[in-house]
């Protein structure tokens, strides 16, 4: 299993915002909206197995991607997407329906084609009748020379339908790789092999530098800029442990190409070799408010790290120093807020002139294109000027471990913080070698894979151990030799010595016994599911494109990544050969190479370290001049520089307003009521034996009092037994017939203004599966024991553990939802539900269980009889129509095994959130919004404008101001598609309050005094438009489509927001800025953070939140 992979879940609220945010707890670092995401390492193993290359899929998988997922980009993207940490997007739920306009045809390109003259298309061609069809171009033969690259070898990745081929350029060395398949939302990607000298985070700060500026752009404001003014669907920067990656991805080939330009002249000539304001920009640069103003550190990267300053972090960092004591990759490739400090703007500069050389470098292709060869003509212009350099990366200082090493580190926390299951505990096998035997490592991989799966004979033992933690397996190839990790979270440190019996057992009977079999089979049943759905997803660049490029970085192999998707599918033949035993028996049992770390965290420590680092920098001070202190005073408060990149911007934009497409896919969707009461709703979709099942039981009997008691059921089954299976059964069975199953209790939109609660089934199933998936559903809804109040209490504890950790990870869903409750129906009931009252009545329930047990059970028994009820349930499904007539048989046997009684409709008072609020989580930064519905705003819902403002705001004002004056890590201004959401703008990781407010409300004066043009505004209208006009999966509209019908909007509802933007002139923007006004005065103010930075603004807040 990759290190940091997450299960996907759908998002309950979609929303538009200034660029995609992507929220993924871990230790990489990418770029959005200018802030580089931490991900877990996606570290796999390097597994060439040159035997088995051309080795298909098994026949199953093949006739089915034969019979494509999507009928070839005929549907497009509706609702911008936006992640959270606890809900990551998967594009099958997070858009709507497409619907055809009559005004232009769609090409296989994606363009608007014309039988008559040709017009300008998204792509910046010259798109007619003749030309529109084309294919994409003939790849090249092994041997042959193109632009000064010759393909070396070519590859068939049947699972995107695409052909890979690898080039080299002949004069340096370096190396192409082109995965061409039909998908118009195309990728170009620059990626350097880059080491982690030290702990100062010098690949992620040069990472931040180079979009700042080129010798060819030279602008540290183009980037931004660019991000939100041009048609661009991905711009990103992303630092890993070994490489940093530059990925850009659009809907238009001659768009791609002049951002290919941009990110490449950024790469090679940089002006941070020449500007050293770039680098105490984006590094570290001392700040004085005031000559008598103690002295503090910003800057963007710095605030970013104080902000990766979380337990997990650590627990995962302390890991890698004890596995691999000495090595680099002890270094944080990210940097130590306490090092950054030490870097200066000379070894800056020098570690670009080590690492940034096209020897040292790897591009990528992704996509449909006419011309491919001209992207590599650019590169060859660039490479060209460059001799062939040999690269080699040594780890010197490596001092293996030859014995078990055994840690305990405390991680610093403020002084109250609950250290109740807050711990991590990291076991570690490294295995010296195992890189060097490929199919080995392949294995292992695939290992982690079955020891990580619910219902593995290592994960029951740990539920039974240790209820209240979670545990996950990985395989971590980043270091200088492999290692298999198992991680427990939410665990306490005296659980240590447990855990490690818990896995060495684990590993001494699969050494004896292997997998069993039919959990073998249901891991690959899911993983398939899994794979027929490739194209559906619909976050290209992270999804697809990365983990090519980082497999391959970690191996050596350009088709790592392939190979362990092929090898997934070969995991019951080597269950059965024994090579699971042994592979266990040669690297994990009896291993003297482990290392056992606890991080555990220790209230208090967190101001003693504070008060450490001021009383340094009062040192520091104290040594200045007067000179000096005024300087850094002057700089301190200085207005940032404007710089007018409208040359620029323009002369890197490639496509027009009005060549933008309006072509969207309407769904043929069936809505019947019968004689039952029972509602259908099916959409047709071109696609084969696979469809998504969306049950709806109707909650709006449940009144106030049971709607915790109903949140706490859906999140007790599946984790309990039940009449007729163990959990671990349970476990195997869900992975095996409900593919990315949901069971949520929350409130969904009814119509405009209506709201209606709802019990939601759903999950993805193949048809051969689907009878069992009903089934299976049927008994963990009405066949969940709810009789021992010692397990339910492990798994109260467990989830609210597991609350806290989410909230502090990220708490923006939280505030958000907080503070659209106060207009919104849905959000008041969905916060109420899910959020800080939930928790409160976790704790009590805890406390209930350990008092009046029967109390308990009882009540969950009365909820769970209370939902075995039909009446007004709708069956939602989408599918071709062999499988929704499957469907419809089985979901109306589930629903008719139901009781049917009568639904009187509860009256809700839910509590309000107040107006300005705090919350105190354990943080070295803050995060603070301002927020207005549409409703405060006078606006009667979202309108396709509104997007555009959002990005104005971000591009104008929160990035020069908060970002570069400020250190802000990110600040952007987002809008809510749904029409009871409205306007908000989040700084994330940011280290102020009280600067950050006094800037927002400057809003309105700022943007009246920006001096906008139409050429300026049509930026971004085309930026915003990318968002509605990307490619989506077949599946995923036909889903969208149904869910359109239920909520009562119209399938075609986003060509509305696109022909919106379209006519989006400078007197209607006026009307949009002029909202600012009424957010300034009427927005909320929201702050999560530390304790002591919070109370040092209490006026600010009508009530501070201290729930944890």
């Given at each position: 299993m990759k290190t940091g992979s997450m299960p996907a879940a759908e998002q309950a609220d979609s929303y538009t915002t200034s660029g995609v945010i992507s929220m993924i707890q871990g230790l990489h670092y990418k770029q959005v909206n200018g802030r580089d995401e931490p991900m877990l390492q996606n570290n796999k193993p390097n597994n060439k197995l040159n035997n088995k290359l051309n080795n298909k899929l098994n026949n199953k998988l093949n006739n089915k991607l034969n019979n494509k997922l999507n009928n070839k980009l005929n549907n497009k993207l509706d609702l911008k997407k936006r992640l959270f940490p606890m809900l990551l997007?998967?594009?099958?739920?997070?858009?709507?329906?497409?619907?055809?306009?009559?005004?232009?045809?769609?090409?296989?390109?994606?363009?608007?084609?014309?039988?008559?003259?040709?017009?300008?298309?998204?792509?910046?061609?010259?798109?007619?009748?003749?030309?529109?069809?084309?294919?994409?171009?003939?790849?090249?033969?092994?041997?042959?020379?193109?632009?000064?690259?010759?393909?070396?070898?070519?590859?068939?990745?049947?699972?995107?339908?695409?052909?890979?081929?690898?080039?080299?350029?002949?004069?340096?060395?370096?190396?192409?790789?082109?995965?061409?398949?039909?998908?118009?939302?195309?990728?170009?990607?620059?990626?350097?092999?880059?080491?982690?000298?030290?702990?100062?985070?010098?690949?992620?700060?040069?990472?931040?530098?180079?979009?700042?500026?080129?010798?060819?752009?030279?602008?540290?404001?183009?980037?931004?800029?660019?991000?939100?003014?041009?048609?661009?669907?991905?711009?990103?920067?992303?630092?890993?442990?070994?490489?940093?990656t530059y990925p850009v991805a659009s809907l238009s080939e001659a768009q791609l190409l002049k951002y290919a330009d941009f990110y490449v002249d950024s790469c090679f000539h940089p002006i941070i070799l020449k500007n050293e304001k770039i680098f105490r920009t984006e590094a570290w640069r001392y700040r004085l408010d005031n000559a008598d103003a103690p002295l503090t550190i910003e800057g963007t990267v710095y605030t970013e790290m104080l902000g990766m300053r979380t337990l997990e972090t650590n627990a995962f960092n302390n890991a890698v120093r004890a596995m691999f004591p000495g090595s680099k990759t002890c270094n944080e490739q990210g940097g130590d807020p306490d090092f950054i400090p030490d870097m200066t703007w000379e070894m800056l500069k020098d570690y670009h002139a080590r690492y940034y050389h096209p020897s040292n470098c790897a591009a990528y292709l992704y996509?449909?294109?006419?011309?491919?060869?001209?992207?590599?003509?650019?590169?060859?212009?660039?490479?060209?000027?460059?001799?062939?350099?040999?690269?080699?990366?040594?780890?010197?200082?490596?001092?293996?471990?030859?014995?078990?090493?055994?840690?305990?580190?405390?991680?610093?926390?403020?002084?109250?913080?609950?250290?109740?299951?807050?711990?991590?505990?990291?076991?570690?096998?490294?295995?010296?070698?195992?890189?060097?035997?490929?199919?080995?490592?392949?294995?292992?991989?695939?290992?982690?894979?079955l020891f990580a799966d619910g219902a593995s004979g290592l994960q029951q033992s740990f539920r039974d151990a240790l209820p209240y933690g979670t545990l996950e397996s990985h395989i971590v190839t980043m270091g200088p030799e492999d290692a298999v990790t198992f991680i427990a979270k939410n665990v306490n440190p005296e659980d240590a010595e447990v855990f490690r019996e818990i896995v060495d057992k684990a590993i001494a009977d699969v050494a004896e016994n292997g997998f069993p079999a039919d959990q073998v089979d249901a891991v690959m049943a899911s993983l398939e599911t899994s794979a027929l759905l490739t194209r559906e997803s619909g976050?290209?660049?992270?999804?697809?494109?990365?983990?090519?490029?980082?497999?391959?970085?970690?191996?050596?192999?350009?088709?790592?990544?392939?190979?362990?998707?092929?090898?997934?599918?070969?995991?019951?033949?080597?269950?059965?050969?024994?090579?699971?035993?042994?592979?266990?028996?040669?690297?994990?049992?009896?291993?003297?190479?482990?290392?056992?770390?606890?991080?555990?965290?220790?209230?208090?420590?967190?101001?003693?370290?504070?008060?450490?680092?001021?009383?340094?920098?009062?040192?520091?001070?104290?040594?200045?001049?007067?000179?000096?202190?005024?300087?850094?005073?002057?700089?301190?408060?200085?207005?940032?520089?404007?710089?007018?990149?409208?040359?620029?911007?323009?002369?890197?934009?490639?496509?027009?307003?009005?060549?933008?497409?309006?072509?969207?896919?309407?769904?043929?969707?069936?809505?019947?009521?019968?004689?039952?009461?029972?509602?259908?709703?099916?959409?047709?979709?071109?696609?084969?034996?696979?469809?998504?099942?969306?049950?709806?039981?109707?909650?709006?009997?449940?009144?106030?009092?049971?709607?915790?008691?109903?949140?706490?059921?859906?999140?007790?089954?599946?984790?309990?037994?039940?009449?007729?299976?163990?959990?671990?059964?349970?476990?195997?069975?869900?992975?095996?017939?409900?593919?990315?199953?949901?069971?949520?209790?929350?409130?969904?939109?009814?119509?405009?203004?209506?709201?209606?609660?709802?019990?939601?089934?759903?999950?993805?199933?193949?048809d051969d599966d689907l009878e069992e998936g009903y089934d299976l559903m049927r008994e963990i809804l009405f066949g969940t024991r709810f009789d021992d109040p010692v397990k339910i209490l492990e798994q109260v504890r467990a989830i609210r553990a597991g609350m806290k950790s989410?909230?502090?990870?990220?708490?923006?869903?939280?505030?958000?939802?907080?503070?659209?409750?106060?207009?919104?129906?849905?959000?008041?009931?969905?916060?109420?539900?899910?959020?800080?009252?939930?928790?409160?009545?976790?704790?009590?329930?805890?406390?209930?269980?350990?008092?009046?047990?029967?109390?308990?059970?009882?009540?969950?028994?009365?909820?769970?009889?209370?939902?075995?009820?039909?009446?007004?349930?709708?069956?939602?499904?989408?599918?071709?129509?062999?499988?929704?007539?499957?469907?419809?048989?089985?979901?109306?046997?589930?629903?008719?095994?139901?009781?049917?009684?009568?639904?009187?409709?509860?009256?809700?008072?839910?509590?309000?959130?107040?107006?300005?609020?705090?919350?105190?989580?354990?943080?070295?930064?803050?995060y603070n919004m301002l927020s207005a519905s549409y409703r405060a705003l006078g606006q009667n819902g979202h309108e396709g404008g509104m997007d555009v403002l959002a990005g104005l705001v971000t591009d104008v004002i929160l990035t020069p101001l908060l970002r570069d004056q400020y250190g802000v890590y990110s600040p952007n201004c987002t809008v809510y598609i749904s029409d009871d959401g409205g306007m908000f703008i989040y700084t994330y990781r940011d280290p102020n309050i009280a600067e950050t407010f006094r800037v927002l409300d400057g809003l309105p004066e700022m943007i009246a005094g920006s001096g906008i043009d139409q050429e300026t505004l049509d930026g971004y209208i085309l930026k915003s438009y990318a968002y509605y006009a990307m490619p989506q999966g077949e599946l995923s509209g036909a889903v969208n489509a149904a869910e359109a019908v239920l909520k009562g909007r119209p399938q075609d509802e986003s060509v509305t927001s696109m022909r919106q933007l379209k006519q989006l002139n400078l007197e209607k923007l006026a009307d949009y800025t002029g909202l600012l006004e009424k957010f300034s005065e009427t927005g909320a103010v929201r702050t999560a953070g530390g304790a002591a930075a919070i109370n040092a603004e209490a006026g600010r807040y009508d009530k501070i939140l201290n729930p944890f």
């Open positions: 997007v998967l594009a099958l739920l997070s858009g709507s329906v497409p619907g055809a306009l009559p005004a232009a045809a769609e090409t296989p390109d994606g363009n608007a084609a014309s039988d008559t003259a040709a017009t300008e298309t998204p792509d910046g061609n010259a798109a007619s009748e003749t030309a529109a069809g084309e294919d994409t171009a003939s790849l090249p033969q092994v041997g042959q020379v193109v632009k000064g690259f010759e393909a070396v070898e070519t590859r068939d990745y049947p699972l995107m339908d695409a052909t890979a081929v690898r080039f080299v350029h002949q004069k340096t060395g370096a190396e192409l790789y082109y995965i061409a398949n039909d998908d118009t939302n195309r990728v170009f990607d620059l990626t350097f092999f880059t080491e982690t000298l030290d702990k100062t985070g010098l690949p992620h700060v040069f990472e931040h530098a180079v979009l700042s500026g080129s010798e060819k752009y030279p602008s540290t404001q183009l980037f931004f800029n660019l991000k939100h003014q041009t048609y661009n669907t991905y711009m990103n920067a992303l630092t890993y442990s070994g490489y940093t996509g449909r294109f006419e011309d491919y060869a001209a992207f590599l003509e650019l590169l060859d212009g660039y490479f060209s000027a460059y001799e062939k350099k040999e690269f080699s990366f040594t780890d010197s200082s490596y001092d293996p471990i030859t014995e078990p090493v055994v840690l305990s580190l405390p991680f610093p926390l403020e002084q109250g913080s609950n250290t109740e299951n807050a711990s991590v505990i990291i076991y570690g096998f490294v295995c010296p070698g195992l890189r060097n035997d490929l199919e080995q490592e392949l294995v292992i991989n695939t290992m982690t894979d976050d290209l660049v992270e999804d697809k494109i990365l983990p090519i490029i980082e497999y391959k970085v970690y191996s050596g192999d350009p088709w790592n990544y392939l190979d362990y998707q092929d090898g997934l599918f070969q995991m019951d033949k080597w269950n059965a050969q024994g090579l699971y035993k042994k592979a266990v028996c040669d690297w994990l049992a009896d291993s003297r190479t482990t290392a056992l770390v606890t991080t555990w965290p220790e209230p208090g420590s967190r101001e003693i370290k504070d008060a450490e680092s001021a009383e340094k920098l009062a040192a520091v001070k104290e040594g200045m001049t007067e000179e000096e202190i005024a300087e850094i005073v002057a700089s301190s408060n200085a207005a940032p520089e404007t710089e007018d990149t409208s040359d620029m911007v323009a002369g890197l934009q490639a496509v027009t307003v009005e060549s933008l497409p309006e072509d969207w896919k309407l769904y043929e969707v069936s809505d019947e009521t019968g004689e039952d009461g029972i509602r259908h709703i099916d959409a047709a979709a071109n696609i084969e034996d696979i469809g998504k099942v969306n049950l709806l039981l109707d909650t709006s009997g449940f009144g106030r009092e049971d709607i915790h008691w109903l949140t706490l059921y859906t999140d007790l089954v599946t984790a309990l037994e039940t009449d007729s299976h163990s959990k671990g059964d349970l476990a195997g069975m869900i992975s095996r017939y409900l593919y990315n199953y949901r069971i949520l209790a929350s409130a969904w939109q009814d119509g405009k203004d209506g709201v209606h609660p709802w019990l939601q089934l759903s999950w993805i199933s193949m989410d909230i502090a990870d990220d708490p923006e869903e939280l505030m958000l939802n907080r503070a659209f409750a106060r207009d919104s129906q849905r959000m008041r009931y969905n916060s109420f539900a899910q959020g800080l009252e939930y928790y409160e009545f976790l704790g009590r329930t805890q406390k209930q269980l350990q008092d009046e047990p029967e109390a308990v059970t009882t009540k969950l028994k009365e909820i769970q009889n209370r939902l075995n009820n039909r009446t007004n349930a709708v069956a939602m499904f989408a599918g071709n129509e062999n499988s929704i007539a499957l469907n419809r048989q089985l979901a109306d046997s589930f629903l008719a095994s139901l009781d049917a009684r009568k639904i009187e409709q509860a009256e809700y008072d839910l509590p309000l959130p107040e107006m300005n609020e705090a919350l105190v989580i354990d943080s070295s930064v803050q």
